[in-house]
């Protein structure tokens, strides 16, 4: 359920993104994406229910923070599920080891500006998504490294309706979640590390021959 394709270095700062799914055909899909290397070391991929997911990435999302020092900043997608799960892996959170993300949202004046746990994906956020992760991708400012994401991209299409959306028969859980991976990105500011980077680098991966630790 997890692929990794570089080891996890100290001083890393990750924003980690989730795309929940309600079971069925669908499959949870998480991306790590590493603001200091600006490429995705790490991704979960899985079918079954959102609680799913929260199981396995929540003793990863501690490891990180071993490993790197650095909180990571984490989110759901809140449809499907999402916001509870959310909210259930923010109760999980007692060691403090990883930071939910709050989405700004506004009302009919500035003032009216609020926080919200989590990413609301509607018609005003998802074009901008997928329309700034196709720039990312364009210009090669992110590198992807997983075959399975790589392969949603290309089966990416606009309908004609004018809609990007997977073709038929194809899936977008990964594209979703790397579109949502690379908001996070944009957004959230990395924090101070009293680690240089690239002084330090632990000698195991995240997961090795005998799984996670």
């Known amino acids: 359920m997890f692929r990794q394709y570089r080891e996890i270095k100290k001083g890393e700062f990750f924003v980690v993104f ?4 309600s079971g069925g055909a669908d499959s949870n899909a998480c991306q790590f994406l590493s603001k200091t290397m600006i490429d995705v ?8 229910i ?3 997911m929260t199981n396995s990435i929540f003793p990863v999302l501690e490891r990180l923070f071993d490993v790197t020092g650095l909180k990571p900043v984490v989110a759901y997608e809140n449809n499907a599920g999402g916001i509870f799960e959310l ?3 923010a109760a999980l959170n007692r060691n403090n080891k990883y930071e939910i993300y709050k989405q700004v949202t506004y009302g009919t004046t500035q003032s009216e500006q609020t926080e919200k746990i989590g990413w609301v994906t509607n018609t005003a956020t998802r074009p901008r998504m997928l329309q700034d992760l196709k720039n990312a991708i364009d210009n090669r400012l992110l590198r992807v490294y997983d075959k399975q994401t790589v392969g949603e991209l290309y089966s990416f299409i606009i309908n004609r309706f004018g809609k990007p959306e997977a073709e038929q028969g194809a899936h977008d859980d990964l594209v979703m979640s790397l579109a949502g991976a690379w908001q996070l990105y944009q957004q959230c500011e990395t924090p101070v590390s009293d680690v240089e980077f690239g002084l330090e680098f632990p000698n195991d991966l995240l997961f090795n021959d005998k799984g996670l630790y």
């Open 41 to 48: 070391p790490l991704v979960y991929h899985q079918k079954g």
């Open 50 to 52: 959102a609680t799913e």
């Open 18 to 21: 989730g795309d929940t799914s």
């Open 87 to 89: 909210e259930r892996l």
